[in-house]
């Protein structure tokens, strides 16, 4: 199936999937570090906020709000040039390591925007990497809950609404961690951004078409659960 025109809805954020091939995409620490300076360089260049993220063998995630249209497009080019070539270089191989370019979804933050920072951090749980999300180091999870600081993470204003300080906000992120995730939400969010819809409620949805230039859901899908398509039965642990 042709993937759709990815779709920019200013100051609204943005769930990204950026998917490794067969082999892993991390093969040491090293590996980690630079993607992250890569990010960090490149989030600031294309006046990106990046709010949450997570970086595992096989597949990448972020929760980013683009300032302009090409801000998503600018830093991933960025990151996965500037990554790839030097991968490549330090373990002496050749080729690709992302399979095609990203995926990526509008979301309606206040609905989605706190589900999708969890999915996010808790997603190398979910794929069995770690039994704590603050047993895995590449991921926010530590950031959000104050065992770290992330200077390139901006903190999104419903992230900052859990609390009035940094240690309450910290505690009710906690909190919500221990909460099991909604399945079928975490799904409609996986599939979303796999196949470039909008995910928000059906008012949401007719708001951001305004600025839109294709279709933004599916048809007779809008506020229902989405197919499964394409690549879920791999993906959907992926959050």
Same mark, same amino acid.
């Given at each position: 199936?042709?993937?759709?025109?990815?779709?920019?809805?200013?100051?609204?954020?943005?769930?990204?999937?950026?998917?490794?091939?067969?082999?892993?995409?991390?093969?040491?620490?090293?590996?980690?570090?630079?993607?992250?300076?890569?990010?960090?360089?490149?989030?600031?260049?294309?006046?990106?906020?990046?709010?949450?993220?997570?970086?595992?063998?096989?597949?990448?995630?972020?929760?980013?709000? *683009?300032?302009? =249209?090409?801000? $998503?497009?600018?830093? +991933? !080019?960025?990151?996965?040039?500037?990554? @790839?070539?030097?991968?490549?270089?330090?373990?002496?191989?050749?080729?690709?390591?992302?399979?095609?370019?990203?995926?990526?979804?509008?979301?309606?933050?206040?609905?989605?925007?706190?589900?999708?920072?969890?999915?996010?951090?808790?997603?190398?749980?979910?794929?069995?990497?770690?039994?704590?999300?603050?047993?895995?180091?590449?991921?926010?999870?530590?950031?959000?809950?104050?065992?770290?600081?992330?200077?390139?993470?901006?903190?999104?204003?419903?992230?900052?609404?859990?609390?009035?300080?940094?240690?309450?906000?910290?505690?009710?992120?906690?909190?919500?961690?221990?909460? *099991?995730?909604? =399945?079928?939400? $975490?799904?409609?969010? +996986? !599939?979303?951004?796999?196949?470039?819809? @909008?995910?928000?409620?059906?008012?949401?949805?007719?708001?951001?078409?305004?600025?839109?230039?294709?279709?933004?859901?599916?048809?007779?899908?809008?506020?229902?659960?989405?197919?499964?398509?394409?690549?879920?039965?791999?993906?959907?642990?992926?959050?």
């Amino acid at each position: 199936m042709t993937r759709l025109a990815r779709h920019y809805v200013p100051e609204q954020p943005q769930h990204v999937i950026l998917q490794g091939l067969t082999g892993p995409a991390f093969l040491d620490e090293g590996d980690y570090l630079y993607f992250l300076t890569c990010l960090a360089d490149a989030a600031r260049v294309a006046s990106l906020a990046v709010h949450a993220w997570v970086l595992m063998p096989e597949a990448v995630q972020f929760l980013v709000t *683009p300032a302009y =249209e090409s801000s $998503v497009a600018m830093a +991933m !080019q960025a990151v996965c040039r500037r990554y @790839v070539e030097t991968f490549n270089r330090r373990h002496a191989r050749r080729g690709m390591v992302w399979r095609g370019g990203y995926c990526a979804t509008v979301i309606e933050p206040d609905r989605y925007f706190l589900l999708a920072s969890q999915v996010i951090d808790h997603a190398p749980v979910r794929n069995r990497l770690a039994a704590e999300p603050s047993h895995y180091p590449w991921s926010s999870y530590t950031h959000h809950v104050g065992l770290r600081q992330d200077r390139f993470i901006k903190d999104h204003p419903l992230y900052r609404t859990l609390g009035d300080t940094p240690p309450e906000r910290h505690q009710a992120y906690r909190d919500l961690s221990a909460r *099991p995730l909604d =399945e079928l939400e $975490v799904d409609n969010l +996986m !599939q979303s951004t796999l196949n470039g819809w @909008v995910l928000g409620s059906a008012a949401y949805c007719e708001w951001a078409a305004q600025t839109a230039t294709r279709r933004l859901m599916p048809l007779l899908l809008r506020d229902r659960p989405q197919k499964k398509v394409r690549t879920a039965a791999t993906l959907a642990h992926a959050g």
